[in-house]
């Protein structure tokens, strides 16, 4: 079903000598989302492909920092109390990601979320 979504508080993946990816966490109605994650990968699953095993954090990538460059792994610690406006969710968007010196990004494919 449609939900209504906010970007809350944040965080990075990887450690804070080495940070990988900046993040923005979600809040709302992220039970749906958590929920349509874990259908997603057994079907995967079922499929034989491959899924991490480790639990799904609703996010939304900010940044990545590049390998061997000094990074402030304490950076995303700002936005531990930001809480923003809710959205309205009407739409799930499959992206694939082009990693490199100029990232780009595609939409694969996209869903209407309609009301039951």
């Known amino acids: 079903p449609p939900m209504s979504l906010r970007l809350a508080g944040g965080g990075r993946f990887g450690s804070l000598r080495r940070p990988q990816v900046a993040w923005a966490g979600l809040d709302g109605d992220v039970a749906p989302l958590v929920a349509l994650a874990a259908r997603l990968a057994d079907a995967a699953r079922a499929l034989r492909l491959p899924v991490e095993d480790r639990p799904f954090r609703p996010h939304l990538t900010l940044g990545r920092w590049r390998p061997g460059q000094p ?9 531990a109390s930001y809480r ?9 968007r499959l992206w694939e990601s082009h990693l490199g010196p100029r990232p780009t990004y595609d939409v694969v494919a996209s869903w209407p979320l309609l009301a039951e």
């Not at 990074?71 to 936005?79: F, I, M, Q, V």
């Not at 923003?84 to 799930?92: K, S």
């Open 84 to 92: 923003g406006p809710a959205w309205p969710v009407t739409e799930v």
């Open 71 to 79: 990074a402030d792994g304490t950076l995303t610690d700002r936005l």
